[in-house]
């Protein structure tokens, strides 16, 4: 992705907890997002953050400090579902009301017993 | 709501075919997106639209067209195939007047192998 940068792939066990992390350039930020995305599937939403501060969503938590370019995933209780990629994306401004996504390369994550 | 959805689900193509992959939402989305997903590369912008009768390039533009006649629609033509764009395609859609966050919808995605 276009300096936004997470880690390849993380392995945790089930019923642990797994921080994720996303660091980004901070020019021009309008928001940073995290995508759930399934092997074969299409992504799916999880988080927004545009303050800095902590999203809780049920087991999934999503934090930005907007200071330093750097937002976490934080994933608590895993389960065996929860083996999937995770997509950071922030989101900038391109011009009047239009905004635009660059992604990161995704971390893949593989939940074990 | 059917939400987006693509068509076709897989398709192989020779070097120098053209095709159409469909897009269509039923949410009255005003952005549509299509992106293409390869391994290690992430999810890369190819056009995009703010509205029906307006485009304008993203990240990866070069032999992809699009139009936007109607704001159900968003279809992505590739003019002459190459091995090159053998990818994953993702189309999406999101709409800033019901949502701040501009949170985009994906569909299913269209699989290409262009041999």
């Known amino acids: 992705g276009q300096n936004i940068d997470q880690p390849t792939e993380m392995t945790a066990t089930e019923g642990a907890i797994v921080q994720i992390n996303c660091t980004y350039q901070?020019?021009?930020?309008?928001?940073l997002f995290w995508y759930q995305q399934h092997a074969g599937e299409a992504p799916t939403f999880l988080s927004y953050?545009?303050?800095?501060g902590l999203e809780e969503k049920g087991r999934f938590s999503a934090g930005l400090r907007r200071s330093t370019g750097y937002s976490s995933l934080l994933l608590k209780e895993l389960q065996m579902k929860d083996s999937a990629s995770y997509l950071c994306a922030v989101n900038r401004p391109r011009g009047g009301t239009a905004s635009k996504l660059t992604f990161g390369t995704g971390t893949r994550l593989q939940v074990t017993l | 709501n059917a939400g987006v959805t693509q068509t076709p689900k897989f398709q192989v193509l020779k070097t120098g075919q053209s095709m159409t992959l469909q897009c269509a939402q039923d949410?009255?989305?005003?952005?549509m997106s299509w992106y293409r997903q390869d391994p290690g590369m992430g999810l890369r912008l190819i056009h995009y639209s703010v509205g029906a009768g307006i485009t304008d390039q993203g990240e990866v533009p070069n032999g992809y067209n699009v139009s936007r006649s109607t704001t159900e629609d968003f279809p992505l033509r590739l003019l002459s195939a190459a091995p090159s764009q053998t990818s994953v395609y993702f189309c999406?859609?999101?709409?800033?007047?019901?949502?701040?966050?501009?949170?985009?919808?994906f569909g299913p995605g269209t699989r290409l192998t262009v041999t």
């Open positions: 953050n545009v303050l800095d």
């Open positions: 949410m009255n989305h005003e952005y």
């Open positions: 999406a859609s999101s709409d800033p007047r019901t949502s701040s966050s501009t949170e985009q919808y």
């Open positions: 901070t020019s021009g930020f309008n928001g």
